[in-house]
């Protein structure tokens, strides 16, 4: 028996509508093994890091999503807390990733390698490797209270020119170009560092004189007119002269926003007619205290008849451009008004010693000296309630006319270096030790950035003209007094006032994030060695109590770099030229006034 060969059909001979149903079942069978091969494809990548994926240098690719979290938690364990090398210029500051509230978050940065992906074209191609960037949490109000800390400690303010008289003779004092932080470059270049590297270069800005040459020469042209000629004073029956020597000493003048403004100090032109106007004259009195058995006692006010020193440097400002006969002014007698009657000051209700404490220091001539004068400034000041207390409005600028000298101060990444004033630190510390247990209000305060032994950890305070200051608050409904007392080797401060709480204490909490220190060897001229003090963080909390309950905890937090050991001498482990010294660098404050 035979049987026909197999015909294949010829599709022309095939009906059209079966043509088209045989096209319609060879679609279906390849749409769905592509179905197939996506819904694989998105379970397997969805399951899984794709191949070759790697964070920072870590392999993940392969893992699960919690094995690779794991892998990434603990291969960057350390990275997470590792102490940044923060360089502004010349200077080296300590950055804690964890004071700068820089955190890394494993699980975010391995759910954006596995996060389910839907779209075909970008699932056929997530199997090749990949460097995946870490996800970085940042707390920005602690990073960029960090970042304004090392502006502090490295901005350098720029200095407007000055007038200043030489034999009557104004005389300009060219500026200088100062430094600025870039706060939120420095931000940005920390963040970028974090968990890559241990050192970081922080960007700067110069910031320039605002004052010219033509606003420099209107300035000078300006003084010189205003102490060409003394100035005539009528005050009742006297005529008193203010000659050019006094008016020079009056003047100030104040450079911003492109030109010199010229002040006068009314007290200064005042003292120098004294003589003159006394025979019309009747002095007074400000009230005052006196501390009596250990109580303050108020010391009635009185008031007096004469000129004014405010009116009278308003007069006198007003003729400087004049010459000759037109360089007279009037200045009536009139009662003068004591600043604090007897009845101010007894509303202000200073009954009772609030607080005192005593902060001793190793005897130098230029602590003994410039402590002394910043007791002498503080000595008798009174806070209004309301009032804020400036620590640099009182001393004053450390400078040789405010009677201080030079000394010890702290310099950049906690090197000690000479400058005026140093050792007002110490004066600082006490103040501020002292409005702590007298329970006022805290408004700023910064310690030093290294820890100095004689001083309590979390518990000091420190100042530097230009760049940072020591404030608090009188919050009572009382005024405070603060008195001082001097010792060669001792300063004590006590508050006066009436209490608002039974007693105030320091609760200290352990040292932590410590730092060792490290050995840095100096070749310069200047060198000054110093032992080294490791780095830490420390909480100091400030308890207050009232009817023998605590109804009031405030936490200060305080961290510390560490400060080198300088040895002053080539370092013996190389065999380097010594480096030159840069003439344009110039000295200058990163915390402040203490040794």
Not at 181 to 201: C, E, H, N, P
Not at 502 to 518: N, Q
């Amino acid at each position: 028996m035979t049987h026909d060969a197999t015909r294949v059909p010829d599709p022309a001979s095939e009906p059209p509508n079966f043509r088209a149903r045989r096209v319609a079942a060879f679609g279906a069978v390849v749409v769905v093994g592509l179905g197939a091969f996506y819904l694989g494809t998105v379970a397997f990548r969805s399951a899984d890091v794709p191949a070759g994926t790697t964070v920072l240098g870590v392999t993940i690719g392969g893992m699960t999503r919690d094995e690779a979290v794991t892998a990434l938690s603990t291969a960057l364990a350390d990275r997470t807390t590792q102490q940044l090398d923060a360089r502004v210029g010349r200077a080296h500051i300590t950055v804690d990733p964890v004071d700068a509230g820089l955190s890394f978050d494993a699980a975010a940065t391995v759910d954006g390698v596995v996060g389910r992906d839907w779209n075909p074209f970008s699932l056929l191609g997530s199997g090749a490797g990949q460097d995946v960037a870490p996800v970085i949490r940042v707390q920005q109000q602690q990073l960029d209270q960090v970042v304004a800390t090392i502006a502090a400690d490295t901005d350098e303010p720029v200095q407007e020119p000055e007038i200043t008289f030489t034999r009557l003779q104004p005389q300009l004092v060219a500026g200088e170009t100062g430094r600025a932080l870039d706060q939120a470059g420095a931000a940005a270049a920390i963040t970028s560092a974090f968990l890559r590297t241990d050192s970081v270069s922080l960007p700067v800005a110069k910031v320039h004189p605002s004052i010219d040459e033509s606003g420099a020469s209107a300035g000078l042209a300006s003084a010189a007119a205003a102490v060409a000629e003394p100035v005539s004073v009528g005050a009742d029956a006297v005529t008193a002269t203010i000659r050019r020597g006094a008016l020079a000493r009056a003047l100030s003048y104040t450079g911003a926003d492109g030109r010199f403004t010229a002040r006068l100090d009314g007290d200064v032109l005042r003292a120098s007619i004294a003589r003159q106007v006394a025979p019309v004259e009747t002095p007074g009195r400000d009230a005052r205290w006196r501390i009596k058995r250990g109580k303050p006692v108020v010391v009635p006010s009185k008031v007096g008849r004469g000129v004014n020193a405010e009116q009278l440097a308003t007069a006198v400002a007003e003729v400087l451009e004049r010459t000759g006969a037109d360089r007279a002014v009037q200045a009536p007698i009139g009662p003068i008004e004591p600043a604090l009657t007897t009845a101010d000051a007894r509303a202000l209700n200073i009954t009772e010693q609030l607080s005192t404490f005593t902060q001793p220091f190793p005897y130098a001539a230029y602590r003994s000296q410039n402590i002394g004068q910043a007791a002498k400034y503080l000595d008798g000041t009174l806070l209004r309630p309301g009032d804020t207390f400036s620590m640099n409005d009182t001393i004053k600028e450390r400078t040789v006319a405010n009677g201080y000298t030079r000394g010890f101060i702290v310099g950049p990444g906690g090197v000690f270096q000479e400058d005026l004033g140093g050792g007002v630190s110490t004066a600082t510390s006490a103040v501020w030790t002292a409005a702590f247990f007298a329970g006022l209000e805290r408004v700023h305060t910064q310690a030093h950035s290294i820890w100095i032994p004689r001083y309590q950890a979390g518990l000091e305070a420190t100042v530097a003209w230009g760049f940072f200051d020591m404030q608090f608050r009188n919050d009572t409904p009382s005024g405070v007094l603060i008195t001082t007392r001097m010792t060669p080797t001792s300063i004590t401060v006590s508050m006066w006032g009436t209490k608002v709480y039974d007693k105030i204490r320091a609760e200290s909490g352990p040292r932590t994030g410590i730092v060792p220190y490290r050995t840095v060897y100096n070749t310069s001229p200047t060198c000054h060695s110093q032992s080294g003090v490791s780095g830490f963080s420390i909480v100091v909390t400030r308890v207050f109590v009232k009817d023998r309950k605590v109804v009031k905890r405030e936490p200060i937090r305080t961290r510390y770099i560490a400060s080198p050991q300088v040895v002053c001498g080539p370092d013996p482990t190389k065999k380097t030229k010594p480096e030159k010294p840069d003439p344009s660098a110039k000295p200058r404050p990163s915390t402040s006034p203490t040794r």
